[in-house]
């Protein structure tokens, strides 16, 4: 398995343009999570998905920041307009969530790098 | 809502130094507890996990940690470290939340060892 695939790996950008980071899961995974790391925060979560359906998305900074999973395979999270303050690594992460979770350890993509101008 | 402390933000060792990171959480029912590490330039990777059973847990790389209920606690221990240990680690919490299980990590720990 090819592990979770994120694109783009780097982005720069003007303020006020969109911007869109997209997760491939690693196949047969239940549950998808998006990230936001910075030195300041941490590692924070964005929202995450079960099935396809948003479950928790009260990280998801303000609405300039959206994200939907159309399938099983494919996620994305939009940026729109950019911020500077948005510049950070991004990560998707998969994990298969059973009923008892007890299998719920998380894949990490290698993340998208974004910057703001 | 969960949180996770990790105590040491930043810790620096010389190699064959014993090390011992510290994670506390503050739900107090049933919780999935995990460490991973990112090397310098990649992404997380599982170190290792703890969900019932041996409070005692062996991951990767020598690495284990010990899960005390009445601490809340799930301190990552290596009893020698090496250069190629040095990463960012982070304690992570999985506990129940609206019918599912919510992930919380903490702010991390960046460990330097010089060899």
């Known amino acids: 398995d090819a592990g979770v695939i994120q694109s783009p790996r780097h982005e720069v950008t003007e303020m006020g343009q969109e911007v869109t980071l997209r997760c491939k899961p690693i196949s047969g995974h239940n549950s998808l999570f998006w990230y936001r790391q910075t030195m300041m925060r941490g590692l924070e979560l964005l929202i995450y998905?079960?099935?396809?359906?948003?479950?928790?998305d009260s990280g998801m900074p303000e609405d300039r920041f959206s994200a939907k999973m159309p399938n099983a395979s494919f996620s994305t999270l939009k940026i729109q307009p950019s911020e500077p303050r948005d510049s950070a690594v991004y990560f998707c992460?998969?994990?298969?969530?059973?009923?008892?979770?007890?299998?719920?350890?998380?894949?990490f993509g290698p993340g998208t790098r974004l910057t703001v101008l | 809502a969960q949180s996770v402390s990790q105590h040491n933000h930043h810790v620096i060792l010389s190699e064959a130094a014993s090390l011992e990171l510290g994670c506390n959480y503050s739900y107090g029912g049933t919780v999935n507890l995990f460490w991973y590490v990112q090397y310098p330039g990649q992404h997380l990777q599982l170190l290792l996990k703890?969900?019932?059973?041996?409070?005692l847990v062996k991951g990767i790389k020598g690495f284990e940690a010990e899960f005390i209920k009445s601490k809340f606690s799930f301190n990552l221990r290596k009893p020698s470290v090496q250069w190629s240990d040095t990463a960012e680690y982070f304690c992570a919490v999985f506990s129940p939340s609206g019918g599912s299980y919510i992930p919380t990590f903490g702010r991390g720990t960046s460990l330097i060892v010089h060899p």
């Open positions: 998905f079960n099935n396809n359906v948003p479950i928790d």
């Open positions: 992460a998969s994990s298969l969530v059973g009923q008892v979770a007890a299998y719920n350890e998380q894949f």
């Open positions: 703890y969900f019932s059973g041996d409070p």
